[in-house]
Every structure is written in structure tokens, then in C-alpha cells.
């Protein structure tokens, strides 16, 4: 069972293999936890996604309005609104591995 | 059906709490749930949690002006919403007004990768908000154990959900957290370990296939509370957690009268009739005509020109109505009036507690003088016998804080019956026992009434017998035979008896009066005979005399004639001349 937001997205075709990743990290303020999520983040993405990913970071402590659409409860939380379906990843992204399992990325080595 | 708070203790500082609104729930917990802290409500699947929960909400923004969010983490806004229309909860308004926000969270787990260190921040921020965006004041977290299904990391969850407890009471919102009921603990995760101020517990369990659930406040930190185990019901005005109407004896007397509506069992009552506001207990063995003396009662209050309540679990209105009319009462013409209500149910239709609200509900809409259950035994039959009892209990004293007299029938079973009523406490609790019962003798069945107790009154000590007329319900004259008081046919074969004897004593007199004048008779004649006797006796003695005398008589003139000399001229002539 998926929630609204879904509902939104399911309109949009679904993107080929190899097509753009639409990333959003949502931490609450600058805490450790968010600070290594983030730069794991973009290692990650520079090194598997090089040039097609999109990534949005959502300080909920600023906009704690958004937390809601994306039912966010843990922080740091990484959500893959594109491809469908959503995924997430919640916690610090310190293993590589499950940050791509998460994802559904297969990394460079193995293909 | 709301009700004053129970009366506060000596003007100690009181924690201070808030009104939940909920019927009954805030005089068990003598005032409400603790103010800014959070109170853990768990039970089973289906006791009602959610709906404690969002009634606790709705009453909230309704009674106290409380906005109030809902962190539901099982359905749906839209869900819940549909959920409690029936209940009159119309939660889309409140929401529209802001006085109400309700935030699904969703967890889904197949969807979710753990990697490295987090926290529930998210939820915090998101609750934090949905706080300030209405400036709530209530909040409730149902159920929040679904967390523990969503994260893997246990340890970190118990640590998030202590400071979330921790963080709602710095918040100083009034928070009701649901959880589900474990094997051994009150909730499977151990909730209860973090919420240490006020614990209430619901319980949902079926006996004799009747769902009956139970409230119980476990723990209540700084604040006494009623600590026993107590029925609630979810009724279409939502939760209602029976009626703590009174905890003490301290409702008010009245010195009226009223008539049984039978007067000859007026009569054996000292003032003629028992107390106004009174409970009366009929009990009766089947077909000693119970429901005849109950109706009688309940058309003896509608004469009266008072209201009457009728609640019948044996008979439908209609069949009720046909078969009083048989023997004389005439219940139509004051239910068309509106004086008299029957209210007819299966008692097996639910439970007892619902049964109960259906009559504190029906009195307190309909405010009777008079209410009448025919037969509150059929009600025992639903609960097991301390049930009953309680709910008994806070029934009599309902009806006695409302100045209602009430009359309730009871079947018994032969003097085995009257034990178990007694044990039951109802006797204890009832002003006035009457007791119908068959008197069986050789061949036939007589129905004998007589008062057990009456409160207050002097009484008559007598089994009196009583008949069921076509005018309703006569009770005999006493008659005493040799071996006290006889009835029905030994009243008839007593009556023959004393005539008999009567006739025999009457015609003992008859005969000797007779006897008297044969005597007299015989006596007469006696007499008459030696009268009789007598005079020929006398006849003859005289006749003998006369003739002496005359002899005499001769010898003496033929003395003188013999002394004179010879007579001149003849021969003597004796006794002819003259001496």
C-alpha cells in the first residue's frame, strides 16, 4: 500500500536503464549523522550515477512542512522519487552496498 | 448522561488534568488523564483504542476547546474519518476549522534500506509541526508499536521513543499513546515502561459467547482513581464507560406513598403502599403472575398521572399488551398517551453492560416516576453472578439518585431460588421484597403472596392467597384452619366443613328441643292418667262415705225415735223425717 504522493508520480513514464536519477536527502540541520549521509551521498553518486542523477537536500528543520509528503520519520532519509518505484534509504549511508541495493544501482564492477 | 466530577478531596494542590469528555472515564479517573503527560491506553485487537483516542480528540476541541492531532500509523485520515461518522465525528469539518490534524504515517518496510546511524528525528519535526500549525494541546499516537515493525534497530527505537515521551511532556501536550496488548505485559513492546503516569487498560473477552469489555486504569501517577475493573461499551454516542452514577449512599428520600396497584397488598404494608423512589423486588416461581403484578404496578403509576418505564425481556409490547388486557388492565390507552413506555428485548441480545446503558439511556431520556424490569433474572442469565451484582448495584442506585421507584421481577427457582438472589446482593440492595409463590397442595396449585421485607414499614406476616380475576388481581380473605392458613381447595373443603358442623350442631339443638316436648308430653299425660286415676279413686272413697253417712244417719234418727217411745200412729219410718 502506497501513500498519495505516488499516485502523483505514477503518471510519469517510467525511466529507461541508465536514465536520470531524481534523489532527495532529507536531514534536519547540520548534525553528523547529516553532514556524513551527505558526502557519502555524493561519492556514491559521482561514482555510479556520474552525470545522471538529480539531488535535492531538505533541511526539515526549515521546512518542516515536507516531511509529511514523503513520510519521513527517520533522518538522515534518502528517497528515490525517480524511477519508479520509490525507494528509500534511511541512516548515515556509510555501506556502500546497501546504499546501492537501496537504490536498486548495480555498481560499475559488477556489470 | 454527563455528570459532575466526583466531589474533591480537602483543598490539596491537585495534579492537574484534563477532562477527556468521555462518559464515565473522567469520574474513574477523578477528573481526567494528566494534564500535559502521556497516558498509554492498551488492549486487544478491536477493544476500542483508536476510538478512546479520537473521541478523546473530538471532545477536546468540542467541550474544552483543545485542538488536537493525530499521529495514526495504521490508517488513513480518509480511514478514520469514515470510521467515526457514525459516531456524529465529523472529523473533515474539524480539520477544515484547524481545531484537528490528523498525519498518516507509513511505514513500509519493503521499501527501506538501514544503512549506518539515524535517528527519528523526522517524527519529531513532523509531529512538532502538526503541533504548532493548530496550537494543539491533545495528541494522540496510535499505535505507535508500528514503528517497531518499520525499523530494525531496536535499541535506537526504545531510545527514540523515550525521548519522544520525554519531548511531549517539554511540549506540555496532553498525549494518549495507543499499543497493543502483549502475551504478559500490558503492551508487546513494553511500552508501559516509558510511560509511567497513567496506564489504562481495555480488555475485550468473550464469556458464554457475549463480547463484555472492561476499563481499568492500571497506574495513575500522583492522583487516586478508581482502581476496579469497569464495564464500557461503544454505543452510536461513542465510548461510555458504565456508570459510575454513584459511589456512595447519599441520594435523597422521599416520605410519599405510592400503591402497588394492587390494594389489598396496599393493605399488608403498614402506610399502604411502599416508598416513593424506592426498589422492590417480586420474586416468583413461573407462572405465579409476576408480569400481572408488575403491570398492575406500572398502570397503578400511569393513573397516578406519572411517567412509566417498562421493560419487558419476556413478552413483545404487543403480546403484553394482549394478555393484560385478559385479566382486566388496560395498558393501551397510556401508552397512546405517552404516560407508559414498553421497551421489549431479548436479554441475550448483548451484553450487560449494553443493557445497562440502553436503560440508563432510555431513563434519562424519558424521565420516569416509574420503571418496572420484567424480569431482571432473565438478565443474570447474560453475566456471571458478580457481573451481575455490580451492575445491579449501579443500577438500583441509578434509579434511587433519580427518585425513580422501581419495580423488578425475578424468576426463582423454589426456596433454592431466593438463596441465590440473596447471595447475589440484590436482596441487600432492594427496599421491599415480595414474594409470589405456588402453594401446591393435593391436586391443584394456588398462588400465595407475601412480603419478605419492606423497608421502613410494618408489615403483614401472612401468606396471603391471591387470585387472578378478569379484573386483575384480588387477594383472598385469610382463612385459618387447624393447621394454620388454607387455600384454594382446602379454603373450599374448610368452608364445607364449618357449614357441616354448623348443620350438625343446628339440628342437635333441633332434636333436643324435640326430645324436651315428647317429655313434656309424655309427662303431661302422666299426669293426666293419675288425675284421672285420682278422681275415680275419689269417687269412689266418697261414694263409700256417703253411704257410711247415710247408714249413720238412720242408725241415728232409729236412735231417737227408739229413745222418744213409740212412734204415733205406725210403724217407724227411718230416715225419712226429718232430724
Redesign the interface.
Given at each position: 500500500m502506497m501513500t498519495d504522493t505516488r499516485e502523483v508520480l505514477a503518471g510519469n513514464a517510467l525511466p529507461a536503464p541508465g536514465e536520470t536519477f531524481e534523489l532527495r536527502l532529507y536531514v534536519a540541520g547540520q548534525t553528523p549523522k547529516s553532514v556524513a549521509a551527505l558526502a557519502n551521498l555524493r561519492r556514491y553518486c559521482e561514482q555510479h550515477m556520474e552525470g545522471r542523477y538529480s539531488l535535492e537536500v531538505i533541511d526539515l528543520l526549515q521546512h518542516p512542512q515536507l516531511a509529511e509528503g514523503d513520510q519521513i520519520l527517520a533522518v538522515p532519509t534518502l528517497v528515490r522519487k525517480v524511477p519508479e518505484p520509490m525507494r528509500r534509504v534511511i541512516g548515515d549511508l556509510s555501506n556502500e552496498e546497501r546504499v546501492l541495493v537501496g537504490l536498486d544501482i548495480r555498481p560499475r564492477g559488477a556489470r | 448522561m454527563r455528570k459532575k466530577p466526583l466531589a474533591a478531596a480537602p483543598a490539596l494542590p491537585r495534579l492537574p488534568k484534563a477532562p477527556t469528555g468521555i462518559d464515565g472515564l473522567d469520574e474513574i479517573t477523578e477528573g481526567g488523564l494528566p494534564r500535559g503527560r502521556p497516558t498509554l491506553v492498551c488492549g486487544s485487537a478491536g477493544c476500542g483504542k483508536t476510538l478512546l483516542g479520537i473521541e478523546f480528540l473530538v471532545r477536546g476541541i468540542q467541550q474544552f476547546g483543545e485542538a488536537g492531532v493525530l499521529l495514526s500509523f495504521e490508517e488513513t485520515a480518509a480511514e478514520l474519518a469514515a470510521n467515526v461518522t457514525s459516531l456524529g465525528f465529523d472529523l473533515g469539518a474539524l480539520q477544515a476549522n484547524k481545531q484537528l490534524r490528523i498525519?498518516?504515517?507509513?511505514?513500509?518496510r519493503a521499501?527501506?534500506?538501514?544503512?549506518?546511524?539515524?535517528?527519528?528525528?523526522?517524527?519529531f519535526?513532523?509531529l512538532?509541526?502538526a503541533i504548532d500549525a493548530i496550537g494543539a494541546k491533545r495528541v494522540v499516537l496510535d499505535t505507535l508499536e508500528a514503528?517497531f515493525a518499520?525499523?530494525t534497530n531496536q535499541a535506537l527505537l526504545r531510545a527514540e521513543i523515550r525521548r519522544l515521551f520525554g519531548w511531549l511532556k517539554d511540549k506540555g501536550v496532553t498525549a494518549v499513546i495507543t499499543a497493543e496488548r502483549g502475551e504478559h505485559t500490558l503492551t508487546r513492546q513494553g511500552l508501559e515502561e516509558y510511560v509511567s503516569d497513567c496506564v489504562i487498560l481495555l480488555d475485550n473477552r468473550v464469556i458464554d459467547q457475549i463480547t463484555t469489555r472492561r476499563l481499568r486504569v492500571v497506574k495513575y501517577r500522583g492522583s487516586t482513581h478508581g482502581t476496579n475493573e469497569y464495564p464500557y461499551l461503544i454505543t452510536e454516542e461513542g465510548f461510555s464507560v458504565l456508570p459510575v452514577t454513584s459511589l456512595r449512599l447519599e441520594h435523597e428520600v422521599s416520605d410519599n406513598i405510592v400503591s402497588s396497584g394492587v390494594p389489598g397488598l396496599d393493605a399488608m404494608f403498614g402506610r399502604g403502599g411502599w416508598f416513593q423512589g424506592t426498589s422492590t423486588l417480586l420474586t416468583g416461581t413461573a407462572g405465579t403472575a409476576k408480569t400481572t403484578l408488575a403491570v398492575a404496578f406500572a398502570l397503578a403509576a400511569c393513573q397516578r398521572g406519572e411517567r412509566c418505564l417498562y421493560f419487558a425481556f419476556e413478552e413483545s409490547p404487543a403480546q403484553l399488551v394482549r394478555n393484560m388486557r385478559s385479566v382486566g388492565l388496560d395498558l393501551a390507552p397510556y401508552i397512546a398517551s405517552g404516560l407508559l413506555r414498553l421497551e421489549a428485548s431479548r436479554p441475550t441480545l448483548s451484553g450487560l453492560e449494553r443493557h445497562l446503558v440502553v436503560v440508563h439511556k432510555l431513563i434519562g431520556q424519558f424521565r420516569p416516576q416509574a420503571v418496572v424490569i420484567d424480569p431482571i433474572s432473565n438478565l443474570v442469565s447474560v453475566g456471571s453472578a458478580s457481573e451481575v451484582r455490580s451492575m445491579l448495584t449501579r443500577l438500583i442506585d441509578y434509579l434511587k439518585v433519580h427518585g425513580v421507584t422501581a419495580l423488578f421481577t425475578a424468576l426463582v427457582s423454589g426456596s433454592r431460588g431466593l438463596v441465590e438472589l440473596a447471595e447475589e446482593g440484590v436482596s441487600s440492595l432492594v427496599d421491599t421484597w415480595i414474594s409470589v409463590r405456588d402453594l401446591e397442595g393435593i391436586g391443584e396449585r394456588n398462588r400465595g403472596l407475601s412480603i419478605l421485607k419492606s423497608r421502613g414499614m410494618a408489615h403483614s406476616n401472612q401468606v396471603r392467597e391471591f387470585v387472578v380475576t378478569a379484573r386483575g388481581v384480588e387477594l383472598l380473605d385469610v382463612v385459618i384452619g387447624p393447621l394454620g392458613i388454607v387455600t384454594g381447595a382446602g379454603r373450599l373443603s374448610q368452608r364445607l366443613q364449618e357449614q357441616a358442623v354448623a348443620r350438625a350442631a343446628q339440628f342437635e339443638v333441633d332434636r333436643n328441643d324435640r326430645e324436651l316436648e315428647r317429655k313434656r308430653r309424655v309427662l303431661e299425660a302422666t299426669i293426666n292418667n293419675l288425675r284421672t286415676e285420682f278422681e275415680s279413686v275419689e269417687e269412689e272413697l266418697r261414694r263409700v262415705n256417703d253411704q257410711a253417712q247415710a247408714r249413720q244417719q238412720a242408725q241415728d234418727r232409729d236412735r231417737g225415735t227408739l229413745a222418744a217411745g213409740r212412734p204415733s200412729g205406725g210403724p217407724s219410718a227411718p230416715s225419712e223425717t226429718p232430724a
Open positions: - | 498525519d498518516h504515517v507509513h511505514i513500509d521499501a527501506l534500506e538501514e544503512t549506518g546511524e539515524y535517528d527519528l528525528e523526522g517524527l519535526i513532523r512538532g509541526y514503528l518499520g525499523f
